[in-house]
């Protein structure tokens, strides 16, 4: 409903162009911008953080009913797509196996849409790719910072640092939402249970682990691990923006002040393939910078594992403990959070997902170059010669 940008999208299969209303960013600030004001009115009690943290195991049940749900409706819709559809509505190259299971988690269409009253027309899949999931990480990130205050009265540095720097990650992707019209996720793979289960469900959920860790158990990094830890997402974000810029910018205008001097190499079907600046360096060198951001998530939670002990001097019932805060024979009962021998066992949580990461953009990578060999044919080997490193120079 707010206003925004409209621009075409790459062209289809089929010779025509979809148009896209682009306003995630401004949707976002808004939204969040009324969750901080609700929270300088309530403070960390404001309804919406206590309703996530109370009804953590119900929103993920029904993220995942959503996806397979939203899955099977654009599966059974693809079947109303039609040679020279007038909408430009087509199937996915990989998505029409003739298998229903895979089809259905591939996704089949392209790009599914509908139209709603007074929203207009919505592209299923640019609306799921950057807003709910991220939108909703960021959301989930606050929510544990507010119940980290409730817990303990402060907010910890390290979690101040991973929401910020995750925050960042989330408002740039929207900041520069027309970019996804160039990826594969937009380009090539049909809408199936894969994305959607990807955008509504793991997105979130997953990526915020590490948030939720310290609402519980805080980390204080001190001001050399913050500097350290600011040095890894820094590093990080140059490539990781620096690439990408490089690659928009030349596939925009060739004769762009920034990237006129780059080195590229003609191909038989028209295209421009660079090879110098940042792409001169290995084929996929925005993967490592988006990788090594993925550490800055992670490293704040130190090493991680802890244990829930309650002090009780004695059980009302076998079994059974009082609440926390009761009296018996005069001694408070207390809740504590210790490490204890649960310490370093909590990394294969926090730190799960920059290995889960690694093998997501490596795949994404090798997907990304069987797309390229069919596209571009030898003209592929001749680049894969000039630059031969993938995503690592010098090891991979």
Request: proline share 4%; with cysteine; charged share 20%.
């Given at each position: 409903m707010l206003p925004g940008e409209e621009v075409e999208g790459v062209r289809l299969n089929s010779g025509g162009r979809l148009k896209y209303k682009f306003n995630a960013f401004s949707s976002a600030v808004t939204i969040v911008g009324v969750a901080l004001a609700g929270t300088v009115m309530q403070g960390s009690e404001f309804p919406l953080w206590t309703f996530i943290w109370n009804n953590y195991t119900q929103l993920i049940t029904a993220n995942?009913?959503?996806?397979?749900?939203?899955?099977?409706?654009?599966?059974?819709?693809?079947?109303?797509v039609r040679p020279k559809d007038p909408d430009h509505r087509e199937l996915?190259?990989?998505?029409?196996?003739?298998?229903?299971?895979?089809?259905?988690?591939?996704?089949?269409?392209?790009?599914?849409?509908?139209?709603?009253?007074?929203f207009g027309t919505i592209d299923i899949k640019a609306f799921c790719e950057?807003?709910?999931?991220?939108?909703?990480?960021?959301?989930?990130?606050?929510?544990?910072?507010?119940?980290?205050y409730t817990l303990y009265g402060y907010v910890s540095d390290s979690i101040i640092l991973i929401t910020g720097f995750q925050a960042l990650y989330v408002f740039d992707a929207l900041w520069m939402e027309p970019a996804i019209l160039t990826t594969m996720d937009i380009t090539t793979d049909g809408f199936g249970f894969m994305?959607?289960?990807?955008?509504?469900?793991?997105?979130?959920?997953?990526?915020?682990?590490?948030?939720?860790?310290?609402a519980v158990y805080p980390v204080h990094?001190?001001?050399?691990?913050i500097l350290g830890v600011l040095a890894v997402q820094g590093f990080g974000y140059y490539i990781f923006r620096g690439a990408n810029n490089e690659k928009n910018r030349f596939r925009t205008n060739t004769k762009d002040p920034k990237v006129a001097h780059l080195k590229y190499m003609e191909t038989a079907s028209g295209s421009k393939l660079l090879i110098s600046g940042w792409w001169g360096t290995a084929r996929h060198i925005n993967y490592l910078g988006d990788w090594i951001m993925a550490w800055s998530y992670c490293l704040p939670t130190a090493i991680a594992g802890y244990i829930i002990e309650q002090s009780s001097p004695a059980p009302i019932s076998k079994g059974q403990s009082p609440a926390d805060g009761s009296i018996i024979g005069g001694a408070?009962?207390?809740?504590?959070?210790?490490?204890?021998?649960?310490?370093?066992?909590g990394m294969f949580i926090t730190y799960f997902y920059v290995f889960y990461f690694a093998v997501l953009l490596i795949?994404?990578?090798?997907?990304?170059?069987?797309?390229?060999?069919?596209?571009?044919g030898k003209d592929w080997e001749k680049y894969k010669k000039r630059v031969p490193w993938r995503i690592l120079p010098g090891v991979y």
């Open positions: 995942l009913l959503i996806a397979f749900l939203l899955a099977c409706f654009v599966y059974v819709r693809s079947f109303s996915a190259a990989g998505g029409h196996s003739g298998n229903l299971i895979y089809d259905w988690f591939i996704g089949r269409e392209l790009n599914p849409r509908i139209t709603l009253p007074i950057l807003r709910p999931g991220m939108l909703g990480w960021i959301l989930l990130d606050l929510a544990f910072i507010a119940r980290q994305l959607a289960f990807g955008d509504l469900a793991w997105l979130p959920f997953i990526y915020s682990l590490q948030a939720r860790y310290l990094l001190g001001a050399w691990g408070p009962i207390k809740t504590e959070v210790v490490q204890g021998e649960a310490r370093g066992w795949h994404r990578e090798m997907r990304d170059e069987e797309k390229c060999m069919r596209k571009y």
